[in-house]
Each structure stands twice: as C-alpha cells, then as structure tokens.
C-alpha cells in the first residue's frame, strides 16, 4: 500500500495528468520556460519532504525541506502552493492511517504550528521565486520575499504559520485552505471519489468546477480581479459545453494565464481521494 | 541533490513523458487499459524498491519490493524491465556518489548477484503479469512463470540471478544488458547528455535511435520477429524523415506493437544521464 507520502508525490503527478487543465502546464499544455518535465523533477525533488511530514515533523521544516528539492529544476516555482497544503494532509494521514481523513486533525496540525514553522514557511522562499503581490503597508516587514529576514519580526510579534495564513487569507486562496480547514480541497476530492473513468480525467473535472466556483487568487495577483471574474465565467461555459475546455486551455496558455491556486487545491483533492481509497 | 533512488524515479517519468515514442505509452499516447497514470503509479509506487537499492540491499530483494509497490495499478506490468536495469544501476551509483558511473562496477554487482537474488527475482513475477514466451523445454523447470515455485530448481542447480540472465540474454534485451555491462544503455545516456532542448525529447529521440538500431525482444515476443524486423526499418525511416514519429506511433498504438523493452532501456539510460549530472 502506498504511504501518505506517496500518495501526496503521486496525486502532484496525477494533478499534472489532468488534460485540459485550462493555463496550467499539463500532458498537452505548456509554456516554453515552465515545461511538463519540470513538474515532474519538482514531484520527485520534494519526496523528502513529504516523507519529514510523515514522520511527523514539524510542518515548517518539513514543507521548506519539500521546497528546496522542488526547485531543483530549471522551470521555477512548479509546487510550492500544492507542497504548502499537502504537508499538513500528509501529516494528518500518517498520524491516524486507521481512519478516513476528516477535517478536524487537519484544524488541529495547521492551529498547532509555532512561531518557528512560521520562520521555515519564510525560509522557504529563498529557495524560489513564488509569485506574490507587495503587502499592504502595515505588513511591510512580513513581505515574503523578505526570506529568513523576516524572522525576527516574526518572533517579535510571535506569529505562527496559522497566523501568517490568516494574515493573506483574504487575498491568498491556498491561505483560505489553511484557515478554513480544506473546504475546497475536500468538496472536490468528494467529486474525484463520485466521479468514474481514468482518475486523471477526474482530477482535471474536478479542476474546472473549481475553476467556476471562485476566483483564482494566484490570476488575481498575476493579472486582476476582473481576469479572475473572466476566468470563472469562461470555466463556468466550458462547463456548461458553450465552449470547449481544449479551446480554453489553449487560450490561457497563449494569454498566460495560469490559475495555480485551483492546480494547488486540486493536487490537495487528489490526496485526499487517494486517501480515501480512490484507486489508479 | 537528488539521490540515486529519486533519478531512478525521474529516469522512469521522463522515459514516459517523452513524446512520441512509437508504440509506448505517453504523453500523448496510452492504450485503453495500459495508460498515462498507470506509469505514473508504478514509477511512485517503485521507490521502496529503488530506496532498497540505494541502502545496498540485494539486488534481488531490492527488485522485488519494487515490482510489489509498481503493481499497485490497474495497468498490469508498467516497469518490470526497467526496474530490473535500473536496480543494479542505482546501487552502483549510490556505492560510489563521487566519480561518474562507469560500466565496471555495475558488472560487478551482477556478477556478484546469488541464488537468492535469482529466488526473489522469479518471485517478483508473482505480483504482476509479464509477457514472456514458452522457454526451449530443456528450462521448463525455469520458466519465470512458476514464481516461488523455480526456487529448488534454481537452487539445485546453483544458478545466480546473473546466470539466470545469461540463460535469456539471446531472446532478451534487459538480460542482455546485464551480461554485456549495459552497452545500449550508456550509448543511449551519451545521445541524451550530448542533445540539446528538453530532456524529455532527448529522450523521445534516444529512444527512436534505439528502436531503429535492433529488434526489440518484447515485440518479438508479442509478435514475431518478421513485426520486429518491421519496427526497426520504420524507426530508421521515422528517423530519415521519410515518415513522421507522429504517425508511426498513432499506427503501432493501433497495431499494439509496444516495443517495452526499448523504452526500458531509456529509462536507464536516462537515469545514467541524469547521474551524469544533465539537468532538468
């Protein structure tokens, strides 16, 4: 049987299966500089780091010790939204493998980070450039691209890493995961387990209905809200058949826009469905 | 860095994300009950196997956790032959991780192979179903079909999972890689380490060069020889451009002529590849 943290390295591998995604990097989809094969070397890079949260490592250490062998690839930031949420589930998962996942364990390991898993989260950005927007002024000094130097201030004002995702939960939809116990990550690993054919026909499905549901908050920071209201739309006609996911993708593809936070959440929903049994 | 288990993991990925490789699964290519995600799953589902390898475990032993783990999907056998090279190759790059992986020491550890490596290597067919011929009648008692049951055969006889090989190394490309020191894997890693682009065309290239350069045993085996003789003179052809990849590999898809053990051979030589420090 697989443990926790190979179901967590495969559902990064099935996310990356799904086809179409619509402007994420799929079987048929890419960008010149961030390429399929950069997925896969970062699904592999971050094994020992899923294996550290089975361990039951402290979240921090075990998520930035996924990031830097994730970024050993040419492409960049391929997982670091997906790592952030499969740690915590993977962690869950091998502290009770007896019974099904529920959200509660998963509330109590993101309640119970310290201070230093918030250091390791900031540490972790020196390992990659992540996509992010300039903080409001009053949070200048928690900028993540501020690294490790941001640590003090962290100490300062003793923020855990559940207080840093309550911080940009309202601009950060991997955030919003973190806060509100995995609503999203669990409704659409609902879909995936309900759903039959190939479990990666599944995944990207699953994708789209997440893509209509909400605004994509990595397109929001990329791009602006109102690409984000277009996006929902656009994935909500495909879904309705008033045009085709294909066409979708190649579009977004062209206009580079690449919905991340909904590929984060439906790597999160893969391991869940896994979890739950969900056969390959 | 990625250690010799995790390249053996990316060797297997990349061998399926390379596209088109006639007649093989991917990207782009799957059979209706042998797809995409199977070979994903049984690369993921491999790494206890390839972890054991690179601890030194026998060789043996090694091979058949890997299989074990690679057959939980419900695509049959997706990596039993490239298993079987790519063990002795991760130990041997793991015994020595400063210099570069020369054919010396991975003869030696198939030389140095036992009759308990060979017991656990017909075990290993118990978990999964490989296609194989009927063996000449003189090695009934060794047909790998018997499973656990060759054990006192293999044992009365003395035979070491290298002898095991050498019995097969006329009708079997993997065996024969192993009593000839890799000869077509290191000549593959070359073309891929010297080509330039994604490594996942390299390898897609690699593979055609291979395919055009003798018959694949697994094709004989399915078909005949008169198929495999066929396949080499349309590679060679796929590679003088008087016909395209593309169609060659729509049309061996149709036919079912999947020349395995050719991509097995890729997947080692991209695991030699990547040792070789090619970057991804």
Redesign the interface.
């Known amino acids: 049987?697989?443990s926790p943290a190979?179901n967590a390295?495969?559902a990064l591998?099935?996310e990356l299966?799904g086809t179409p995604k619509p402007g994420n990097v799929d079987?048929?989809h890419e960008y010149n500089d961030l390429?399929?094969?950069?997925f896969?070397?970062g699904?592999?890079?971050s094994?020992p780091g899923l294996l550290l949260a089975q361990q039951g490592a402290a979240v921090g250490r075990a998520f930035e010790r996924g990031v830097v062998?994730m970024a050993?690839?040419?492409g960049g930031n391929t997982q670091f939204g997906a790592l952030l949420l499969l740690v915590p589930l993977v962690q869950a998962a091998s502290a009770d493998s007896e019974t099904a996942l529920t959200p509660e364990p998963i509330e109590e390991i993101v309640h119970a980070t310290t201070v230093e898993d918030a250091c390791d989260f900031y540490r972790a950005f020196e390992h990659v450039d992540v996509g992010v927007d300039d903080p409001p002024p009053e949070l200048t000094a928690l900028d993540v691209r501020r690294g490790a130097r941001a640590a003090s201030t962290l100490r300062e004002r003793g923020l855990t890493l559940f207080d840093v995702m309550e911080l940009s939960a309202d601009v950060d939809g991997v955030a919003r995961e973190w806060t509100e116990a995995f609503p999203r990550s669990f409704r659409a690993a609902d879909w995936i387990e309900a759903g039959d054919g190939?479990?990666?026909d599944r995944a990207a499905d699953a994708y789209l209905r997440l893509l209509a549901s909400e605004p994509d908050t990595f397109v929001v920071k990329r791009h602006d809200h109102a690409t984000a209201e277009e996006v929902v739309e656009r994935a909500q006609a495909a879904l309705d058949g008033t045009i085709t996911a294909d066409d979708l993708a190649t579009e977004f593809i062209r206009r580079e826009i690449n919905p991340g936070t909904t590929a984060d959440i439906t790597a999160a929903a893969l391991f869940l469905a896994l979890e739950q049994g969900v056969?390959?």
Chains 1, 2 share one sequence.
């Open positions: 049987m697989r190979q390295q495969l591998l099935l299966s079987r048929r390429r399929f094969e950069h896969m070397a699904a592999v890079g094994t062998g050993e690839q040419r190939p479990i990666s056969s390959v």
